[in-house]
């Protein structure tokens, strides 16, 4: 076993709390935009966490060691006319485990997961310029548009995001 990555879905954060707040707080601090802007607390970490988990959201988490480095979420849509589409949201790799092949584990685990729910669409954004972007494409996104001025960054400066879809059969 050793350094294998097991992937894995969370069905509660309770347990998990501690390491998931650590995982959030490491990679904003890193500069991944995910919705926060450094420094993160750790209230504001565990009540992201808390709240995180609904009906309609899948969280997967990949485990080395035992110890969480890595998660992505699938949100479901429950919208009428969207039950065939889902959103990868937060992809997050501790920046000590990056550069081993764990954010493309947690993509695979969470696009299966999105055919077993009977999706045939993903989407995603990400901030442009990340290397995420390598990722996606490389999975088979299609970039589709860039929005200027999506995001703010720690500095004050307006960034652009860009949108990806793939369509899954």
């Known amino acids: 076993m050793g350094n294998e990555v097991i992937i894995e879905q969370l069905i509660s954060t309770e347990e998990h709390m501690e390491e998931l707040s650590e995982l959030l707080i490491q990679v904003v601090e890193d500069g991944a935009s995910i919705g926060f802007l450094p420094p993160v607390d750790l209230a504001d970490a565990m009540n992201y966490w808390e709240e995180v988990l609904n009906p309609e959201v899948i969280l997967f988490v990949a485990k080395r060691n035992n110890r969480i480095v890595g998660s992505v ?74 929005i200027p001025n999506y995001v703010k960054s720690v500095s004050g400066e307006f960034q652009a995001t860009i949108y990806y879809y793939k369509i899954i059969a």
């Open 73 to 146: 979420q699938l949100h479901l849509c429950a919208k009428q006319n969207g039950v065939h589409r889902a959103e990868i949201a937060k992809l997050m790799t501790h920046p000590n485990y990056r550069r081993n092949g764990i954010a493309r584990l947690l993509m695979k685990s969470v696009e299966e997961r999105a055919r077993r729910e009977n999706k045939s669409l993903l989407i995603l954004d990400t901030r442009d310029g990340d290397p995420s972007n390598y990722l996606y494409a490389s999975l088979g996104f299609i970039q589709v548009g860039r």
